[in-house]
């Protein structure tokens, strides 16, 4: 409250200022700063890295004659405890928004209580906080993306692939013989992708064989560790991966690699994000889809609502659900449009 009455009123002594002097100087502008606090859940993650580096360019983009913005971003490591303290000293420090990718969804009492007491408001990015937690406050918000529609599309990437052509069924058994790699258990992504996946190939009509399941937390090294296991174990018998992210996927690339494994003894892999490795794994042909987590859009909607909350401004452009969630579209990525998501990273950049 303190600061929006700050900025109110250098506001009106601006007005007092122009009107006394009976005219509008350009140069009697007054800047506001707006510092922005942004907290990844781990800065060694492959998505979220992209995301962040979208996310400080789009403030910097934002910023107006009469507007500073300064990002400052934290990284929790992984411990929800070092991400408690980090946005303490984000809080301590000035910030007047932050952008909180959390690291344990289901904590996030102390974040909340400090936002609250502070009159900070949060914008919630990509590990989805519990509604009951969202709805605390009217000044938190959450951004990202709806993983049923992921899991939906990978499936039918998948189910597409293995219909048009019956290579990938290479044992002829008439069934699919898969395994599934996936995120961090907890994750809304990582549960919701693999059931949707799976329920949609076998919603097609597609006889599907589950032979494994391993957890690979989104990790590219666990994910070529778990694979060379699974391949040790079920050899060529493995007909398609479903991977609940890129990294995942291309760890599982990385196993196939690794022990020289040709062409045509290699399963049809799948995943989600569209990182760029993923995109050069799908020019290249060693991954057979993924399925787009639109980083530019998500990283566009946080700057631009941080900035509107901050400054009190109109909402009503923003396309909320329940008021408070901003969930971008997932698209399908192939051979056939992969150069169009190539151009919009590259325009990014
Ligand atoms: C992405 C993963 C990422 C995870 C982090 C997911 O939405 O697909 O690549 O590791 O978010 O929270
Ligand atoms: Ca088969």
Known sequence: MKKIMAALLSGVLLLFGLASAGCAKREETTIRYLRVGVVEYNANDTFISELVSCLKDDFRDLQREDLNISVTVKDAA??????????????????????????????TSTIIDLATE??????????????????????LYYVGSDPTQ??????????????????????????????????????????????????????SGIELEKLSYS??????????????????????????????????????????????????????????????E????????????????????QA?????????????????SFNFTDGRYLYLPYQKVTTENVATFRAKQQGEN
């Open 78 to 107: 992984g411990s929800q405890r070092t991400e408690n303290t980090c946005v303490e000293e984000l809080i301590d420090g000035g910030c007047d928004v932050l952008c909180v990718n959390l690291v344990d969804r289901a904590t």
């Open 118 to 139: 502070h009159n900070v408001p949060i914008v919630f990015f990509n590990r989805e906080p519990v509604r009951e937690d969202l709805m605390q406050w009217d000044r």
């Open 150 to 203: 992921s899991g939906e599309m990978q499936g039918e990437l998948a189910a597409d692939l293995i219909r048009s052509d019956s290579s990938v069924d290479r044992n002829k058994d008439g069934k699919i013989q898969f395994v599934l790699l996936e995120g961090e258990p907890g994750h809304q992504d990582a549960i919701v992708r693999t059931e949707t996946s799976v329920s949609t190939i076998r919603g």
């Open 215 to 276: 957890i690979a937390n989104w990790n590219r090294a666990q994910a070529l560790t778990r694979m060379s296991q699974l391949i040790t174990q079920y050899g060529s018998s493995i007909e398609l991966v479903l991977a609940n992210n890129d990294d995942m996927a291309l760890g599982a690339i990385d196993a196939y690699d690794r022990k020289n494994i040709t062409e045509a003894d290699r399963p049809a892999v799948f995943g989600t994000d569209g990182t760029k």
């Open 278 to 297: 993923g995109l050069s794994a799908i020019e290249d042909g060693t991954m057979a889809g993924t399925v787009y987590n639109d980083k530019e859009g």
């Open 300 to 316: 566009l909607a946080m700057a631009k609502l941080a900035v509107a909350v901050v400054e009190g401004a109109d909402l009503s």
